[in-house]
């Protein structure tokens, strides 16, 4: 309950900073989220998730990639 809880109050964060912001700024921002997925699984999840050099180095590239592409369509 509390995780549908939680996607609903960002699916509507999502739209009002869309709303309220240029979307250059907004999307980075958001893609940002693995990153953040990735670092609260190590703190809260560090004995029963896995962590490897290429999880890690996955999901920078994906932040990185994401980032460069907004940039670079601005």
């Known amino acids: 309950v509390a995780s549908s809880a939680f996607a ?3 699916a ?3 739209f ?3 709303a309220n ?3 250059a700024s907004v999307a980075p921002l958001a893609a940002t989220t ?3 997925a990735l ?3 190590f703190v809260f999840l560090r004995n029963a998730e896995r962590f490897s050099l290429s999880l890690v ?3 920078a590239i994906s932040v ?3 980032s460069l592409t907004v940039i670079g369509a601005t």
Do not use: C, K
């Open 8 to 10: 609903s109050v960002a």
């Open 12 to 14: 509507v964060l999502w």
């Open 16 to 18: 009002a900073s869309v």
């Open 21 to 23: 912001a240029p979307l």
């Open 34 to 36: 693995p990153l953040f």
């Open 39 to 41: 670092l609260l699984s």
């Open 57 to 59: 180095l996955g999901t």
């Open 64 to 66: 990185a990639g994401v």
